[in-house]
């Protein structure tokens, strides 16, 4: 029941979609987590030759890209001269996450 009532829309894509429209709706700008949510049909886009090779089930599904940082993070990130990603651990499956700090 508390579940339902805090997220209507679930807690996968569509209640994350949800989650976005409400904070645009509640929040102002600087208040705001989540900074955009972008989904790209899998026509729109190329695989590359390193990806990993994903299940039948996979294949076909959109890239769903989420964009979540505070107002000061994303001053952070504009200002940074250098980025560093860190690569050497696996993922799970199907799950591809790109992670700043």
């Known amino acids: 029941m508390v579940k339902t009532k805090i997220y209507p829309e679930g ?7 949800h989650l976005k429209e409400r904070q ?12 955009s949510v972008i989904e790209i049909s899998s026509d729109d886009h190329l695989d590359d030759e390193e990806d990993e090779i994903l299940p039948p089930e996979e294949s076909g599904k959109p890239l769903r ?4 940082m505070t107002k000061a ?6 200002e940074a001269q250098y980025l560093q990603c860190d ?15």
């Open 11 to 17: 807690t996968g894509w569509k209640g994350l979609c």
């Open 24 to 35: 645009e709706e509640d929040l102002p700008l600087d208040e705001r987590y989540i900074r």
């Open 65 to 68: 890209i989420v964009v979540c």
């Open 73 to 78: 993070a994303s001053f952070r990130l504009l």
């Open 87 to 101: 690569t050497s651990f696996k993922r799970v499956l199907g799950f591809q996450e790109f992670e700043l700090a």
